[in-house]
């Protein structure tokens, strides 16, 4: 399903029902290498991007002239223009060039298994991978090998496999020897002529089309290929920056800096870093391949970063670091942009003790193109709605349905649905899936559990997916993750539901305790009493401190579900035969 081109809305809230039009908009038709070379124009000399482990950065000049020297390589080794190029690998200067040397690339998580990985690019026919040959831990050599047994002895010009039918080639970074069958990247800067790199400016690339495809996060099962328009990509930056100075200037072109701790792979980081970043010709920060809090404080502080772009795990991690009391951070640090889970009040206020922030909290998705609510930045009363996720963006429709698909009252929960420049243009070789994502109006269906207040901020209650029914009674695990993230021994908590042959289901709680922090089930349960009805306290609680994650630092609740099984084996008994 393709975005609308062309609207423009009303801004306000319909009076008594849930429906939401943010402010009037007309967006760009442009593509990402038209965001990037307006930035190029207004300011060549700012740095767009630094990868400190790496020793490295890029002005907007250099990310302009290294890609388009990339993009005649990929010509040079015989991709089309169209071509789907899939990129594999952790934060590194190589994958932040190749997603502005390709129009169309495909984002895969770094810590993808074998399986997934012949999974993720079988579904969208990808032409090429590029990766790192190894870094640390992580064998991509090894792992395409497994699928690719004979891969030394292959044209690297043409590879044929099996497992990987679309596959033509593959082009490793960071390898230093000749690898049969594999383009390094060295190479692969030397082989565009001028005759390619005049076909690469030649190139007329539909803004409407995919400039990147994401596949969702997995949480809840096998990941979906989306399909995000340069269009939808690029207007959302543009209404990121549209709401970062709504109440104040908090970008100053040239000099504001995002400490970005997300993966490159991620619509987060591409959106709320990369793409939002180019529009208000920002700096980029990538401390260190994958998340540590450590290198983060350090890179703030080196860089006096302005803001941080990260989940609220990560920003957990950030300020209960040792090393934070030791390092000047506050300088210039004005904002925490959070969002990927929700976000608890108590670590609201940890993050303005600790590193002197604020925070602002994003709600989007990955069928969003990123962001489409968020809380207010710089406005004085902003942490009244932190219980929220705040206004709408720019350009975004939006209304809450009930299971029937009429729109509810105010203050009614029902399912989020959003419609505008922003939404994706389906799921890739995946016409039912798409399908059934939309309402017969043309809204996208966001799962998420929402509630509009009178004031126009927007509540989301939980996930329609993570919504437990106990004996008849819908239970919101956020509700009670909520709760129990106000014991002060808390760090975090997550809740979700188990078999249960009377009720359906109960409710689970692992919780996450505070360093030397030290309390039992029953304190949680008279915790709960204090504020929970009955039906809502956990029947089975377990103290944790690892848990399952994505690479954005997302609890995979569904394999919680699977561990709960094991350290509760009472719970067998209540599966249903």
Request: hydrophobic share 35%.
């Amino acid at each position: 399903m393709i975005a609308n081109k062309s609207f423009r809305l009303r801004h306000g809230v319909k009076r008594c029902l849930s429906v939401i039009n943010g402010p009037a908009f007309t967006p760009k038709e442009w593509t990402t290498d038209q965001l990037l070379m307006r930035a190029v124009e207004k300011m060549p000399d700012c740095k767009q991007a630094i990868f400190d482990l790496f020793a490295t950065e890029f002005t907007y000049q250099e990310t302009h002239e290294v890609a388009e020297k990339f993009a005649a390589g990929l010509l040079a080794a015989g991709l089309k223009p169209g071509d789907k190029v899939a990129v594999w690998g952790p934060n590194q200067p190589e994958w932040y060039i190749m997603k502005w040397a390709t129009a169309k690339v495909v984002s895969l998580n770094p810590l993808y298994t074998v399986p997934e990985l012949e999974y993720a690019m079988n579904k969208v026919g990808a032409k090429a991978l590029v990766c790192p040959k190894e870094l640390g831990p992580l064998n991509y050599h090894a792992a395409l090998t497994s699928l690719i047994p004979d891969l030394d002895s292959q044209d690297k010009f043409n590879i044929k496999s099996s497992a990987l039918p679309d596959l033509k080639t593959v082009i490793y970074y960071t390898c230093y020897e000749e690898v049969g069958g594999v383009i390094r990247w060295d190479e692969l800067e030397e082989m565009g002529s001028d005759k390619n790199v005049t076909e690469v400016r030649s190139i007329k690339v539909d803004p409407y089309s995919n400039s990147n495809i994401q596949f969702t996060s997995g949480t809840t099962g096998r990941p979906k290929a989306a399909g995000l328009s340069h269009y939808g990509l690029v207007n959302n930056a543009i209404s990121v920056s549209a709401n970062a100075n709504k109440y104040a200037n908090l970008t100053v072109p040239g000099e504001s800096k995002i400490l970005n701790c997300l993966p490159l792979y991620h619509v987060f980081s591409y959106l709320g870093g990369s793409m939002w970043g180019a529009h208000s010709f920002q700096t980029n920060v990538y401390p260190t391949p994958g998340f540590n809090a450590d290198a983060a404080l350090n890179s703030i502080a080196e860089h006096k970063c302005t803001s941080i772009l990260g989940t609220p795990t990560m920003m957990v991690d950030i300020v209960n670091s040792p090393i934070v009391k030791d390092l000047d951070i506050r300088i210039g640090l004005q904002w925490a942009v959070l969002g990927g889970s929700p976000v608890s009040k108590v670590l609201v206020k940890r993050a303005k003790e600790t590193i002197g922030c604020d925070v602002t909290i994003v709600y989007g998705m990955t069928e969003n193109s990123g962001g489409t609510f968020q809380t207010p930045m710089g406005k004085p009363d902003a942490t009244d709605v932190l219980e929220t996720v705040g206004e709408a963006y720019q350009g975004v429709q939006a209304k809450i349905l009930d299971k029937d698909g009429n729109t509810v009252p105010k203050g009614t929960i029902g399912e989020l649905c959003t419609k505008g420049y922003f939404v994706f243009n389906g799921y890739i070789n995946d016409e039912e899936k798409t399908k059934e994502s939309f309402t017969e109006d043309g809204f996208f269906k966001t799962g998420d559990l929402a509630m509009l207040r009178e004031d126009g901020m927007i509540k989301i209650t939980g996930r329609e997916k993570d919504l437990i029914i106990r004996g008849g009674e819908n239970i919101q695990p956020t509700e009670i993750e909520d709760f129990i993230n106000e014991m002060p021994e808390v760090k975090a908590t997550y809740v979700f539901g188990v078999p249960s042959k009377r009720l359906d289901e109960e409710v689970a709680a692992y919780i996450d305790l505070n360093e030397n922090a030290s309390i039992t089930e029953d304190d949680v349960i008279a915790h709960c009493k204090n504020g929970l009805a009955r039906f809502k306290h956990p029947k089975y609680i377990k103290f944790e401190d690892t848990f399952p994650l994505t690479t954005t630092g997302k609890v995979q609740k569904f394999l919680l579900q699977k561990q709960a099984m094991e350290d509760f084996p009472s719970l067998k008994d209540e599966i249903e035969e």
